[in-house]
């Protein structure tokens, strides 16, 4: 019979990081090289919406598919952090999941634009840094998105239309990167998520040490 392991002690609380950038801009791909880098340990929320599932999509990976009804009692009970409405169709990021993770001492990530990230902030404000990342120009940016060979030419306009509104919330975010030099960006990243896993609060297993630092006798040299 096999003994039961005890699961280790958490350390800290866990943050959520939240990326929002124009799209283009790279953050994408920033969550992405996060959520491959195995040693960060990062945690990728999963969605509800009530759209119907595609072809190459897996339930309770890509996304929780689920009716409208259900959403909308989701809603109605406060059960997301945040949600919104996209061509008549419901997404939201469940609270619960998030609030497990963290006390479990796990970080996650976010992808959301900057109605999500004020959402989020204004429910768990403790509990999440946000971070926007800025293209070097609207050139590149529009150059970038021809390089994706996506969209066709009225869509990138309309992307680069809509860039103005998400770039004009930029000062509302905890840190700003200006994402010229990917590899750059994503060192920048890890310095961030560094020093805010350092941060006080988060430290959750300071307090016993530093009162058996505090109390009792000081050792002595004879």
């Not at 950038?21 to 990728?44: D, F, V």
């Amino acid at each position: 019979m096999k003994a039961n392991i005890p699961d280790a002690p958490v350390t800290r609380r866990g943050f959520v990081l939240i990326l929002s950038s124009p799209s283009g801009a790279g953050k994408s791909t920033l969550t992405r090289r996060l959520l491959q880098r195995h040693e960060l340990q990062m945690r990728m929320s999963v969605s509800v919406t009530t759209r119907a599932r595609r072809p190459s999509e897996i339930a309770g990976q890509d996304y929780h598919f689920i009716s409208r009804e259900e959403f909308e009692l989701g809603r109605d009970r406060g059960d997301y952090l945040e949600w919104a409405e996209v061509h008549g169709n419901f997404y939201g990021t469940p609270r619960g999941a998030v609030e497990k993770s963290l006390a479990a001492g796990h970080d996650m990530v976010f992808d959301i634009d900057w109605q999500g990230a004020d959402q989020v902030v204004g429910k768990m404000p403790d509990d999440v840094v946000t971070v926007f990342i800025l293209p070097p120009s609207m050139v590149e940016l529009r150059n970038r998105l021809v390089r994706r060979a996506e969209d066709a030419k009225e869509v990138i306009d309309a992307r680069l239309a809509a860039a103005r509104d998400e770039i004009a919330h930029w000062d509302a975010y905890d840190y700003v990167l200006v994402n010229e030099d990917l590899d750059e960006s994503y060192n920048a990243l890890i310095a961030i998520i560094s020093a805010e896993r350092l941060k006080r609060r988060r430290q959750t297993a300071l307090a016993p040490l530093v009162a058996s630092l505090m109390e009792g006798p000081l050792p002595r040299h004879d």
